[in-house]
């Protein structure tokens, strides 16, 4: 196995946000995908269905989906989207992406994006995960978040880097109720760097 370089190729969601709110016959994820520390290089995630907007790799992740053990390098993304999963109802550990938000943000509540995952929902996990997240001028974030947009599940040992931009690890809005441990932005890389070797982190904030 190696990695596997995109050259900025688009690749569509296995399955669209429909599948887990309407009973669409569209399939979720609900299998173990182990990358063994391989990386997607260069991909920008794209909409399961012809009209909608919800971009991602792998779309839903179902109940018993699981994705770990992967990176993700120099995606793109804007409006509504999270690089790995649209709608998180499974897990994602153990992951690391690189991503640029190209595109304004959708300034609706219930349309956020993630670096990581767009939604997650009550029994979903986010775990041992980094974001190192550039935001590029003019964007607006309103309802963007560094690992995940809307957060309603649960979120641990995961952190975002800004290369540019202020995001937090979820979009700080009303509809994000979900709970986090050990979890916090920081304002770029020098300050992961500090933190990991023990420096003070009060500075750098936490959501």
Known sequence: MNDIDFHGATFNAFSCWATAVDGSSTPQFTG?????????????????????????????IGKTGVVRNLSVIGAKISNRAGVISSYLIGTIENCYVEATITGTANANLN??????????????LIENCIAVVTVEDG??????????????????????????GSLGVHDGSANSTGTTENCAPFADLAAFYNAETGADTESFGSI
Request: proline content about 3%; glycine content about 18%; overall charge negative.
């Open 139 to 164: 964007v607006t974030t309103t309802f963007a978040g560094g690992i995940a947009g809307q957060l309603v599940g649960a979120m641990k040992n995961s952190y975002v880097v800004n290369v540019g």
């Open 32 to 60: 173990i995908f182990d990358g063994n520390g391989y990386s997607l290089l260069n991909i920008n995630p794209g909409a399961q269905m012809a009209g909608n907007n919800d971009w991602s790799i792998f779309g839903v």
């Open 111 to 124: 349309n956020p994006i993630g670096a990581i995952a767009e939604k997650t929902i009550g029994g979903s």
